[in-house]
């Protein structure tokens, strides 16, 4: 399994961004987004299971919205009124297994990780 993200960038508070991950290798049953600001520890953004259902992080619900290609292809994260804490480095990460109810925000449910996209609102 292969995932490239792509998309971050520079926007100023209030702005948008969309970020993409592209996969490429086995089919994935979920993926999921995670971000790690400097000297925090990583956090859960948003998980799409393969059958479509999306899990979202209480605190960026509304805010976030994320989906993938009819194809499954590819993973995206449609960002609106960021805020600069919402800086940070973001991941795409995904399973070939199942991931448990309750668990699918778990980075540590997901075993393939791409290089990360940085994101800064400033």
């Known amino acids: 399994v292969q995932l490239v993200e792509s998309g971050g960038g520079l926007v100023q508070p209030g702005g948008s961004l969309t970020l993409s991950c592209a996969h490429s290798?086995?089919?994935?049953?979920?993926m999921t987004w995670v971000r790690q600001a400097p000297g925090k520890e990583r956090e859960g953004v948003a998980a799409?299971?393969?059958?479509?259902?999306?899990v979202y992080a209480d605190s960026l619900k509304g805010r976030f919205t994320a989906f993938r290609d009819n194809a499954k292809t590819t993973l995206y994260l449609q960002m609106t009124s960021l805020k600069p804490e919402d800086t940070a480095m973001y991941y795409c990460a995904s399973s070939v297994i199942f991931v448990p109810t309750g668990a699918q925000l778990s980075a540590n449910r997901y075993p393939y990780w791409g290089q990360g996209t940085q994101v800064t609102v400033s």
């Open positions: 290798g086995t089919i994935t049953y979920a």
């Open positions: 799409v299971e393969g059958d479509g259902h999306t």
